[in-house]
């Protein structure tokens, strides 16, 4: 593709509509990061320790539920009524969370941000195909998702600037500002049009698979708002029996969740939804308490605990980039390799977030996310390839909800082990010591079932030997 596409992306006509796809993307990737960064803030002002877990999982149990339906969404109401809808969902729930009196309310306010974020992120990809001509597809995909890379460096500064202020809410009310933006700007530059083609628009939305997925996390995350040991692990059982009949009741369903496949281990599509899956769920931790526990044990302030955290995200980045183009004999053992380098992280960061010291957990969060990027893009593309014709689209989105799912299951969990720690009614830097091993090595056991399963997956037939 020639530099005149660029050109033309970004001098041309179409810059406009690319701006506002890049900022849509913006306002989901950097969530994370900000939120990680001011949520010990958070829990300080409206008591909300015993809900860090619930605050990622509710904003992702969102995300997956509206991003599963953005097809039809923009079918039903055309896609620049639906990015309007979707920015103003977002604008609300940030008021919500800014304004809210209380945890309920606050987590409330993180819902509804989740269900506008998922919307956007799914209704950027609708657009592209819609807004630009073929030509121009490569290079929209490329810069959207390098924006992810922006918000590695660019969250942690907005949520760390607001919290070390003392105004965290501000952080709440800034995005809300940019989602109002994102809306009145898609109703000025977007067409009525609607998707044609009926793979955009969605054939069905999974509901009973999403209404089982949502259920089994709530009640993993429940298990941290009561008192009784045997309560709390009853919960969790429930919940992931729950997660385990949503799996299988899927199979039986007219429009599934995943494909044919992915239920069994032996396949590449199935040892690569459960490296996608456990994967996430094993590094969650990181997000929901890591910057607490920095904060508590060395006395740094949000922006650079912030910063530690998004160490993850940056060795992914650092890591996928001088790979991306190495021939198809060498995936597997990247596959491996990558598999591999994420339980070791999670066991370093088990071992060095509860110690004074930063340079421990930066290298140790810099290694989780250099094994995502070194196994990443190669066991999507195994998975992919796995897969015929026909089940390729429903395998392609399932990776993002598998992601998702993982991580909305992680956090839950992560939220209620930290309740049974003691860590529900404030953090200081005795009890963030005494609970880092724990809250880390609890997860590596899932970490590790995800690297067995990278490694099935490297052994499963390469891309070009599938038919």
Not at 178 to 198: D, I, R
Request: glycine letters at 14%; one cysteine or more; proline letters at 5%.
């Amino acid at each position: 593709m020639s530099d005149s596409n660029w050109g033309e992306l970004l001098k041309g006509a179409f810059f406009p509509r690319f701006a506002l796809l890049c900022l849509g993307v913006w306002l989901n990737a950097a969530d994370s990061l900000v939120t990680a960064t001011i949520m010990p803030s958070v829990a300080a002002q409206l008591g909300g320790y015993a809900y860090f877990g619930w605050a990622v999982a509710i904003y992702t149990l969102g995300a997956i539920v509206a991003g599963a339906s953005s097809g039809r969404l923009s079918a039903h109401l055309g896609l620049r009524t639906a990015m309007a809808v979707a920015g103003l969902t977002y604008s609300v729930g940030c008021l919500a969370s800014a304004l809210a009196p209380g945890i309920a309310v606050f987590l409330i306010g993180r819902l509804v941000q989740g269900i506008g974020a998922g919307w956007i992120v799914g209704l950027v990809y609708v657009a592209v195909g819609l807004v630009f001509p073929e030509r121009l597809w490569a290079r929209v995909f490329a810069s959207t998702t390098s924006v992810w890379g922006v918000a590695t460096v660019l969250g942690p500064l907005v949520g760390g600037v607001f919290a070390e202020a003392g105004h965290w809410r501000s952080a709440f009310w800034f995005f809300a500002v940019q989602g109002l933006a994102f809306s009145a700007a898609a109703a000025v530059l977007l067409s009525s049009k609607a998707p044609e083609s009926a793979a955009e628009k969605g054939a069905g939305l999974a509901l009973p698979q999403l209404s089982l997925l949502a259920m089994g996390v709530i009640l993993i995350a429940s298990a941290g708002l009561i008192d009784s040991p045997a309560g709390s692990v009853a919960l969790v059982v429930a919940g992931l029996a729950m997660l385990a009949f949503m799996i299988r009741f899927d199979a039986s369903q007219a429009v599934p969740l995943l494909p044919r496949d992915a239920r069994r281990l032996t396949t590449a599509a199935g040892a690569g939804y459960a490296v996608i899956f456990c994967m996430a769920a094993g590094t969650t931790t990181l997000g929901v308490y890591g910057a607490a526990i920095l904060q508590a044990v060395n006395g740094v302030g949000p922006l650079t605990a912030g910063y530690v955290v998004a160490a993850e995200a940056l060795g992914w980045t650092l890591a996928a980039l001088p790979i991306a183009g190495l021939a198809p004999r060498w995936h597997g053992l990247l596959i491996r390799v990558g598999g591999s380098m994420i339980p070791i992280g999670v066991a370093a960061m088990a071992l060095t977030f509860g110690r004074p010291g930063l340079a421990g957990p930066i290298a140790a969060a810099t290694l989780t996310g250099a094994g995502f990027g070194i196994c990443w893009a190669f066991l999507a593309r195994r998975v992919l390839a796995s897969l015929d014709d026909t089940e390729r689209p429903l395998g392609a989105s399932a990776i993002p909800s598998t992601q998702q799912a993982g991580g909305a299951t992680g956090a839950a969990a992560a939220g209620a082990l930290g309740t049974a720690l003691g860590l529900a009614h404030g953090i200081d830097a005795a009890q963030a010591s005494a609970a880092a091993p724990w809250l880390f090595g609890a997860f590596l056991p899932v970490a590790l079932l995800g690297g067995f399963a990278a490694w099935r997956l490297a052994d499963c037939a390469p891309a070009e030997a599938v038919p």
